[in-house]
């Protein structure tokens, strides 16, 4: 059911950028006059879903959810209708128009899309505002994970600051430290600031890890939830036990408690808990999964969080400022695919679908529309043939040298660009498969 409901998430996600960013080409070509003789969300390699003719266009859904096009007469694009461009312009075709009509055409899917980001983003901090965890209230320290500590980071540390710099939160000095090449990382260990040096290669190293976070908070433990007929139940764990160690390792955080289940999969363990102020031992058995039927009272419970409120006039610079540092952030994260490690990061429609949560959330679903309507016009704009790039590359040749690149080296470019984009989606989905498949 989980995946059914990240599936019809990052469905309708995809629809709604992938329309809106046709009609960024629909709309300035018929208002050019230039005919449009397709409309279609998703591909319709010999069949369509559903097609209606209306206004001399073809509107309709394709069968294979890899996208969407328009279809603009005379122009060479992906259906490389070379029968059409053999014949003599018309006045309503794409190469009949002067070259600054057909920039506008051709920029306007990745304008839509980034006044999406925008404008959603905008949206989402005047309805919700934004919660956010400061830095100084990760007060129990952090877990690392093993290429922190490798860098000298140790378990219970406080993070204060990075290259002398103070964070406003764990998020942004974690990008920061894979961003920004940074250099010492400030702590505080057993009461006193200590300053740790992190390699040049540490974002390699990151990478190459498979770790899914640097850092974990370290959070308390005291029992909120005790599951109906589960083994804590039956071994008389109550509500309100303040976990302090299992069997002899010390479990007074979440993180330390369930790796310690996990260490004894399948068979039994003591608990040491503090019930009323006095401990006691309970001795239960563990799961096959590593479990036993409890879980940890919200973190809101142990930390201040912050929480900001827009006014609507607030929200519209403060979105369109989170929506450009998105994509300052993301081009800047472009850098890490340059290597070993980041290419085999890259991910498909599974990376992307596992981003949404399992339970619908339309806070997370459209902060989530807007990160990937900012990422499909920054993608869409790379000069590379079969984009719309590379048709902007071309016009801009056009409108410089005077005159259009010839027919045959546009359509050989389109053949190349289609190739590489084939390539790199069925790599990336490969790598979803092959991460699939050992885990």
Do not use: C
């Not at 980034?114 to 990760?138: A, C, H, K, N, Q």
């Not at 002899?248 to 363990?269: C, I, M, N, P, Y």
């Not at 085999?344 to 679903?365: D, E, L, R, V």
């Not at 719309?388 to 546009?410: C, I, N, S, T, W």
């Amino acid at each position: 059911m989980d995946i059914l409901i990240k599936a019809a998430q990052l469905i309708l996600s995809l629809s709604i950028i992938v329309i809106l960013h046709e009609l960024g080409h629909f709309i300035p070509a018929r208002w050019f006059k230039i005919r449009v003789e397709k409309f279609y969300l998703f591909f319709d390699p010999w069949f369509s879903l559903f097609k209606v003719n209306k206004g001399g266009t073809e509107y309709g859904i394709g069968w294979l959810p890899l996208g969407g096009y328009v279809k603009i007469s005379g122009m060479v694009d992906e259906s490389m209708d070379k029968e059409q461009m053999a014949k003599p312009p018309e006045p309503w075709e794409f190469r009949s128009k002067p070259a600054w009509q057909r920039l506008i055409v051709m920029v306007g899917g990745v304008t839509v899309n980034l006044i999406l980001g925008m404008l959603i983003y905008t949206m989402v901090l005047f309805v919700w505002g934004r919660d956010f965890l400061p830095l100084s209230e990760v007060k129990y320290g952090i877990h690392p994970s093993e290429v922190m500590k490798a860098e000298g980071v140790q378990e219970g540390d406080r993070l204060l600051k990075l290259d002398g710099r103070t964070p406003r939160t764990l998020e942004e000095l974690t990008k920061d430290i894979l961003l920004t090449d940074a250099h010492t990382l400030t702590v505080e260990r057993n009461g006193t600031e200590q300053e740790v040096k992190l390699s040049p290669d540490v974002s390699d190293k990151i990478l190459n890890s498979g770790e899914k976070e640097l850092f974990g908070i370290r959070i308390p433990f005291i029992v909120d939830t005790v599951m109906v007929g589960d083994n804590a139940e039956a071994a008389g764990v109550k509500k309100n036990d303040v976990m302090l160690a299992v069997n002899s390792t010390d479990t007074k955080f979440f993180g330390d408690f369930r790796k310690a289940l996990a260490e004894h999969k399948g068979a039994e363990v003591t608990l040491k808990v503090q019930r009323d102020g006095a401990p006691i031992a309970i001795t239960v058995k563990v799961s096959e999964e590593g479990t036993i039927g409890i879980g940890n009272r919200s973190p809101d419970t142990y930390f201040n969080y912050g929480h900001e409120t827009f006014s609507f006039g607030e929200s519209i610079p403060a979105g369109i400022s989170l929506a450009m540092n998105t994509l300052t952030g993301y081009v800047s994260s472009l850098k890490l695919l340059f290597s070993k490690a980041g290419a085999s990061q890259i991910g498909g429609f599974g990376s992307i679908g596992s981003m949404f949560p399992s339970t619908w959330n339309w806070q997370a679903f459209w902060s989530l529309t807007a990160l990937l309507s900012i990422i499909l016009a920054f993608m869409n704009l790379l000069p590379i043939p079969a984009l719309d790039g590379g048709h902007v590359m071309f016009l801009l040749y056009e409108m410089v040298v005077g005159k259009p690149a010839p027919q045959r080296v546009m359509e050989v470019a389109q053949m190349v660009g289609m190739v590489l984009l084939l390539g790199l989606m069925l790599f990336a989905n490969g790598n979803d498969l092959f991460k699939g498949l050992n885990n």
